[in-house]
């Protein structure tokens, strides 16, 4: 059984916050174990990270009083990761029933071994595959 962390930066994400997190309290983590959820709220001021803590998960939240930026926001959750798995999720992202599941068991087979970064398939609100790609 591989254990796994979540972290979260959120700044003024709104709804979107929560209904990230009920699709992580809603997700089927089959034969792994949530240790974390982390929410590092960058100073919002849209209440965004307000009362959470009904969902049900392993919640820990740091309140920013300042924004600190997305990268150091990444870092300050990651930092008291002791999980097989850490796993970085954008605010606006809703999850399938299984994808995290998935994500750690991919990673679990020993042919895998070798890969030490993931993501999964982004899909639209038609539950089609987003094949657009963005270049400068």
Known sequence: ????????????????????????????????????????????????????????????????????????????????SSADYLIFLNPDLRLENDTLAQLITFLEEPSNSHIGFVGGKLLNESSTVITQTYAN
């Open 1 to 80: 059984m591989a254990t796994f962390d979540t972290s979260t930066v959120n700044w003024h994400a709104g709804h979107q916050l929560r209904a990230l997190l009920e699709s992580v309290a809603n997700s089927d983590f089959q034969q792994h174990q949530l240790l974390r959820v982390v929410v590092v709220d960058n100073a919002s001021s849209d209440q965004s990270a307000d009362n959470l803590e009904d969902l049900g998960l392993p919640l820990h939240l740091i309140h920013n009083e300042k924004n600190l930026g997305f990268g150091t926001a990444c870092n300050q959750g990651a930092s008291q």
